[in-house]
C-alpha cells in the first residue's frame, strides 16, 4: 500500500492519511490503524493516556459516523513500548471503540496476531525476530497490551503467511471472579420494568482483562434468556445495571485487581445462557472444527463501553468466564467450552472462541482462547478541509435536538 498514489486531496485537519486493514473476527470488526495516528510517546500506559487527552478526535474519526459506525472497534499499533524496549513484548498496540480507550480486546488480539505474521518490518519492526515452528506450524509473539503481556499462537503456513484454516490462540493476563452469586440491590431510578417490582438481581463478576459482570437473561427479567432477543429492552436494563455497578461506592471491590489492588471500573455487563445446547455447524467449517475439540457450549450476548455489542463471543469475557467457572469447579484444567455469540449462533460456519484453563496460578488462572479471524478490507482515511464535521465524527444514537 503506498498513500502517495492516493489522489491529491486536501487533508484538511489530517497531515496525512490514516491507513488502516479491516478484519473481522467471529463477526466483530478490528479497524487496524498502522500509520497516520498523531504522534504518542512514553510508556504504553502513558501513551494511552495522552491519546485520550489530545487525540481523541481521531478515535471519534476511526470509530464514528461517516467512516465508522457505533458498534466500531479500533486497534492501534504501538511499536514502541517500554516492554517491547525491555525484550519482553513484540508489539504494543491500544484498542479504542465508541466511547474510549479499553484495557483488553480478546476478539482484536485474535485478528492482530494473523496481521502481524502477514506483514513485513515496514509495518512491524520486530517480524523478522519471530520464530517459526515447523513442528507445530505456528509462530509465537508477545503482544504489549494495556492490562499487561499477552501470548499469541498463530498458525502460519511454511510460506511464512498466517493460516486461515486453524484458529489463533491467545494466553490471558491472570483472571479472577471477584464475587460469585453476589445480590446488588437496585436503587428505585435504576429499576427497569421486566424486573415486575423486584429490588435486586444476582450476578458474577470477573476479570479477564477488563471486569465483567455475567447475568442471566432470566435473573434481568427476560424469562426465555438469549432464546429470545430483544435488544432495546436488554440493552436498557444492562445499562442500568452497569450504572449502578460503577457508581456505588460499595461495590467498588467487584473492580479491583486482587494482585496489584489497581481499581479499576466495570467495561460491561454480558447476559450468558447456557441452556442453548450446541449452536448448528455446518460441516467441514470451523465452527465444526471447534465443536470437535470442545466439552461443552454455551452463549453470551455483551453490551461494552457505551452499550456497544460485541458481534464475537468477547475473548476477554472468555477469560473471565473460564476463571469464573473453574473458581465455582464447573471447568477442570483439561476441558474446553465454547463460547458462543449471536452471531456465531447464528451463522454456521462462524466458530465460536474455544476457552481452557492454560495454567492455575493461585487464585487466579491464565486463559487460551482460541478463534479465527478473516481479513475484510484496507481503508486510506481522509478529510477534506470543506468537510464540515472536520475531524471527528458523530453517532446518530447520540444525537439530541
Ligand atoms: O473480544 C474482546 O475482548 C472485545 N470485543 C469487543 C469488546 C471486548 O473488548
Not at 493460516?163 to 491472570?174: G, H, K, L, T
Request: aromatic share 8%.
Amino acid at each position: 500500500m503506498d498513500p502517495s498514489r492516493l489522489p491529491p486531496f486536501q487533508l484538511g485537519g489530517l497531515t496525512r492519511p490514516i491507513t488502516c486493514v479491516e478484519m473481522h473476527t467471529a463477526g466483530e470488526p478490528t479497524r487496524i490503524i498502522w500509520d497516520g495516528f498523531p504522534e504518542l510517546s512514553g510508556t504504553l500506559l502513558e501513551q494511552r493516556a495522552q491519546a485520550k487527552v489530545k487525540s481523541d478526535e481521531f478515535r471519534c474519526l476511526l470509530m464514528l459516523e461517516p467512516r465508522g459506525h457505533y458498534d466500531m472497534y479500533g486497534a492501534i499499533l504501538r511499536p514502541d513500548t517500554e516492554l517491547v524496549a525491555e525484550g519482553k513484548a513484540d508489539m504494543g498496540v491500544l484498542f479504542m471503540h465508541n466511547e474510549g480507550f479499553s484495557t483488553m480486546c480478546g476478539h482484536a488480539t485474535i485478528a492482530l496476531g494473523r496481521f502481524l505474521v502477514d506483514v513485513d518490518e515496514a509495518v512491524f519492526p520486530r517480524r523478522r525476530q519471530l520464530k517459526y515452528d515447523a513442528t507445530t506450524g505456528t509462530t509465537r509473539l508477545n503482544l504489549h497490551v494495556p492490562c499487561g503481556l499477552v501470548e499469541v499462537i498463530v498458525p502460519t503456513l511454511p510460506t511464512g503467511k498466517s493460516d486461515p484454516a486453524r484458529p489463533v490462540s491467545f494466553i490471558s493476563v491472570p483472571s479472577f471472579p471477584t464475587a460469585t452469586c453476589l445480590k446488588i440491590p437496585l436503587p428505585e431510578k435504576h429499576r427497569w420494568p421486566e424486573l415486575q417490582g423486584r429490588t435486586s438481581v444476582t450476578a458474577d463478576f470477573s476479570y479477564g482483562g477488563a471486569y465483567y459482570c455475567l447475568i442471566r437473561g432470566e435473573e434481568l427479567g427476560f424469562p426465555k434468556g438469549l432464546a429470545e432477543i430483544d435488544l432495546q429492552r436488554m440493552d436498557h436494563a444492562t445499562r442500568l445495571l452497569k450504572e449502578v455497578i460503577n457508581t456505588d461506592p460499595s461495590l467498588k471491590y467487584l473492580t479491583q485487581n486482587i494482585e496489584t489492588g489497581e481499581q479499576g471500573f466495570l467495561y460491561s455487563v454480558m447476559i450468558t445462557d447456557t441452556g442453548l445446547g450446541h449452536a448448528r455447524a455446518s460441516e467441514g467449517s470451523a465452527a465444526s472444527r471447534a465443536q470437535k475439540i470442545a466439552d461443552s457450549e454455551e452463549t453470551g450476548l455483551c453490551f461494552f463501553a457505551n452499550q456497544q455489542i460485541d458481534r464475537s463471543p468477547t475473548g476477554g469475557c472468555v477469560a473471565a468466564r473460564v476463571a469464573l467457572a473453574h473458581a465455582k469447579g464447573l471447568l477442570p484444567v483439561g476441558e474446553k467450552r465454547i463460547y458462543n455469540s449471536l452471531v456465531t449462533r447464528a451463522y454456521q460456519g462462524l466458530a465460536g472462541f474455544v476457552g481452557s484453563v492454560e495454567a492455575e496460578l493461585g487464585p487466579s488462572v491464565r486463559v487460551k482462547v482460541e478463534g479465527y479471524a478473516y481479513y475484510t478490507g484496507y481503508h486510506w482515511f481522509v478529510v477534506e478541509a470543506e468537510d464540515g464535521l472536520g475531524v471527528g465524527g458523530f453517532s446518530l444514537r447520540d444525537i439530541t435536538m
